[in-house]
């Protein structure tokens, strides 16, 4: 598109009345559905103890991160809680960088801002969660980071603020 035809749309856009969501809890999406026992467990402990725990399957001793009733691959039942983190290593992110409205607050969620899976220290299984994108340079996987919890826990992933870069 040569740049007289690129301003030409862009003129013809701005005619156009566009399709704009406004405010917080427009997004708002309300649904129940049950974590299962070892849903809760995962969710209990980082809300009441700022912990993190897994299960260990006791064929592979593979350890899930959050658990799960099953190993997959072995087919049995896994009953070994075991106690992970709270550090973790990162092991791939990508870098948000267009802003988008944040379901959970129906808020525009500021940019640039990472989401990482990360290991936590004793898992096997990948744990994702943001991170704060203050020097793009210094990001790199296989870096340390630990979780920021809320003052205020209700059950939920979103206890977790975010993790943050361990400063060694
Ligand atoms: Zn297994």
Not at 6 to 29: P, R
Not at 30 to 56: A, D, W
Not at 97 to 105: A, K, L, M, Q, V
């Amino acid at each position: 598109m040569s740049p007289e035809e690129k301003s030409s749309k862009e003129q013809e856009l701005q005619k156009e009345d566009l399709l704009t969501i406004h405010s917080a809890k427009e997004a708002e999406q309300p649904f129940h559905y049950s974590v299962g026992r070892y849903g809760s467990r995962f969710l209990e402990e980082m809300q009441k103890n700022k912990r993190f725990v897994g299960v260990r399957c006791p064929k592979c001793s593979k350890v899930y991160v959050p658990p799960r009733e099953v190993c997959g691959p072995c087919f049995v039942k896994m009953e070994e809680e075991v106690e992970v983190g709270p550090r973790a290593t990162l092991e791939t992110f990508t870098i948000i960088r267009f802003p988008y409205i944040d379901p959970e607050t129906g808020d525009l969620r500021p940019v640039p801002f990472g989401y990482g899976f990360f290991k936590l220290d004793g898992s096997d299984t990948l744990f994702q969660h943001y991170f704060p994108i203050d020097d793009e340079s210094k990001i790199k996987i296989g870096l340390k980071f630990e979780p920021i919890w809320k003052e205020e826990r209700v059950g939920s992933v979103r206890d977790i603020e975010q993790f943050v870069l361990v400063e060694d």
